[in-house]
């Protein structure tokens, strides 16, 4: 089974603080991306990686950022957390589009609050 | 600008009925579709492409490239078909974009 799992199922952070989410693959996926996702508006895509130390811009980047240093593992840093960045988080991997099956699998989600 | 349109954010049918999701993407390369599906309290997963041209719990969608269509269909809705459906399609090599999404509600 592919699993992606996400550090935190539920955090709570204030204004300004530097907020971390982490996420883990297992399936030695290329890539892995991370979306944010609400009511209305879908999913969006924050960033995306599709190799070690690679990393694109998605369509909502502004306020966050990214950190690949090795292949599973794909952190998402709000870099002075606001009020307007409290959504459901979704990571997700899958293998280089092009080159093989490219189905994407999805972490369980990180509920992040921002007081 | 919106690559993916889903135009209904609600989808209420009753049981037995046919279910059509709706689906238009703007993309000039040749695209690759998919449907995703989000059950309560479920992870995001795929229900199916466009290149495997399968039926999945008996879903179908076919690629239009004249209407840039992918409308998600089945003849007859259940109710555990209830969930949060999502159109998926890549972009320049990597780039996974998703639409904003339909709840599709069965009612019995």
Redesign the interface.
Known sequence: DVKVTQSSRYLVKRTGEKVFLECVQDMDHE?M?W?RQDP??????IY?S?DVKMK?K??IPEGYSVSREKKERFSLILESASTNQTSMY?C?S?F???DRD????????TRLTVV | AQRVTQPEKLLSVFKGAPVELKCNYSYSGSPELFWYVQYSRQRLQLLLRHISRESIKGFTADLNKGETSFHLKKPFAQEEDSAMYYCALIEYGNKLVFGAGTILRVKS
């Open positions: 890539n991306f979306y209305g508006l879908g999913l969006r895509l995306f599709y694109e998605g369509d979704l997700a899958s280089y589009f092009l490219t189905e994407a699998f999805f972490g369980q989600g």
